[in-house]
């Protein structure tokens, strides 16, 4: 079994940034592959970047790269998502995600283990 919590969201005006954690408990040895994901009021829950435990293999969403930035501490158990140069379109509840697969990052529905996701507001 595999826990994950997330922390750091809040709100932030444009072209702040915030870094999100995801501390992981239980079994992460297993852990293979860790996600980002975020859903707005109305829309589906869209990805947003993800690691490759062994690989150090990082994705990212086509609307978020160049600027967040996911990262992982080993010793932590902990994946990070720094977010910069943030925008309102960014508002939305961020998820972290794990599996013991290597999986296909962009698909929500592979991942076994979730968090219950921390809120970020982007202001204009």
């Known amino acids: 079994q595999v826990q994950l919590v997330e922390s750091g969201g809040g709100l932030v005006q444009a072209g702040g940034s915030l870094r999100l954690s995801c501390a992981a408990s239980?079994?992460?040895?297993?852990?293979?592959?860790v996600g980002w994901f975020r859903q707005a009021p109305g829309k589906e829950r869209e990805f947003v970047a993800a690691i490759r435990w062994l690989s150090d293999s990082t994705y990212y969403a086509d609307s978020v790269k160049g600027r967040f930035t996911i990262s992982r501490d080993d010793a932590k158990n902990t994946v990070y998502l720094q977010m910069n140069s943030l925008k309102p379109e960014d508002t939305a509840v961020y998820y972290c995600a794990a599996d013991q697969g290597v999986i296909a990052v962009m698909r929500p529905h592979l991942y076994d283990y979730w968090g219950q996701g921390t809120q970020v507001t982007v202001s204009s």
């Open positions: 239980g079994r992460t040895s297993s852990i293979r592959t």
